[in-house]
């Protein structure tokens, strides 16, 4: 078992010592979010790469494209797909109902 240990405090009342430690819950919750929020560098992923984060086929990659699972851009002759919309299919696929 670990030791335990005891923390003084001196001229610090309960709701002060409670007020200061809920201020900085906040900060550290509010960089925690500003680092989650910050933009990848946008990605063009291939079909074979599509394929392989969800570990499906080929075929029903153009299969989630015709039922607008996934949306594919053409460049050129080349079709690729936004990273960033793969990771929203990924989170929205479950709840989607297929006919």
């Not at 001196?10 to 430690?21: G, M």
């Amino acid at each position: 078992m670990g030791s335990e240990s005891t923390i003084l405090l001196h001229n610090i009342t309960p709701s002060e010592f409670k007020e200061e430690l809920i201020c900085s819950l906040k900060e550290v919750i509010q960089e925690l979010l500003l680092e989650t929020k910050k933009e990848k560098p946008l990605e063009y992923l291939t079909r074979k790469q599509v394929a392989e984060i969800f570990k499906i086929s080929m075929v029903t990659i153009s299969d989630w494209n015709k039922k607008g699972i996934l949306k594919p851009y053409r460049i050129g002759n080349l079709i690729r797909y936004k990273s960033n919309e793969i990771e929203e299919a990924l989170t929205e696929i479950p709840f989607r109902r297929y006919n």
